[in-house]
């Protein structure tokens, strides 16, 4: 069964410094999504991803953060400068229409913020 | 603004118990319902989804949801449960024509004891 794959599974960082965090969609989606769970709260839509540009965005998507899909198959989230706040499980999701469908999530990436 | 509510943060149920974890949300427009269940240490892995037609949807692992319009609600039933159902419960809505962003409730835990 086709699955979304996210690496890596945990990454600590130190504050300030910069973190990409890698996922593989699912190969004929067409779109693709980051969302954050912070620890003991709801999971949270960052970003969504069409056709090579940003369809949508949150509120919490600020100049900090940045996507990418360098190469046709990885699908990437960049934080620039973590702060403590950054610390969360990040998600990445696929799927193949933006409507009446459902969306493939991966593992998530633990990400820690020190 | 579009949000979802679940009612409970933690459920705990005996083996062969009844389950019933509620989800409202709140949106003016048409929208898309889902349940997610992630098992510990694994991904978000979809339960059920309703976009239209029958209000009750059956899902996979012998669960069902009702939708209520009236009700602005999405409950998730089971009638008979075992502990390998032992997981974390997320309610979410996409609302029709918005593009693929979901939102989730804080989700619910689920322990089930043998």
């Known amino acids: 069964e086709p699955e979304v794959t996210q690496t890596p599974s945990h990454q600590v960082t130190q504050m300030g410094q910069e973190v990409i965090l890698r996922c593989v969609p699912i190969?004929?989606?067409?779109?693709f999504y980051w969302y954050r769970q912070i620890l003991g709260q709801k999971v949270e839509f960052l970003v969504s991803?069409?056709?090579?540009?940003?369809?949508?965005k949150s509120e919490i998507f600020d100049d900090q953060f940045s996507v990418e899909r360098p190469d046709g198959s990885n699908f990437t989230l960049k934080i620039r400068s973590t702060k403590l706040e950054d610390s969360a499980m990040y998600f990445c999701?696929?799927?193949?229409?933006?409507?009446?469908?459902?969306?493939?999530f991966g593992q998530g990436t633990r990400l820690t913020v020190v | 603004a579009q949000s979802v509510s679940q009612h409970n943060h933690h459920v705990i149920l005996s083996e062969a118990a009844s389950l019933e974890l509620g989800c409202n949300y709140s949106?003016?427009?048409?929208?898309?319902l889902f349940w997610y269940v992630q098992y510990p240490g694994q991904h978000l892995q979809l339960l059920l989804k309703?976009?239209?037609?029958?209000?009750l949807v059956k899902g996979i692992k012998g669960f069902e949801a009702e939708f209520i319009k009236s009700k602005f609600s999405f409950n998730l039933r089971k009638p008979s449960v075992q502990w390998s159902d032992t997981a974390e419960y997320f309610c979410?809505?996409?609302?029709?024509?918005?593009?693929?962003?979901?939102?989730f409730g804080q989700g619910t835990e689920l322990s089930v004891k043998p």
């Open positions: 979410a809505v996409n609302a029709q024509g918005q593009g693929g962003k979901l939102i």
């Open positions: 991803f069409y056709n090579n540009e940003i369809s949508e």
């Open positions: 309703y976009f239209s037609g029958d209000p």
């Open positions: 190969s004929n989606h067409l779109y």
């Open positions: 999701a696929s799927s193949y229409d933006r409507t009446n469908t459902e969306a493939f």
């Open positions: 949106y003016g427009g048409t929208v898309n």
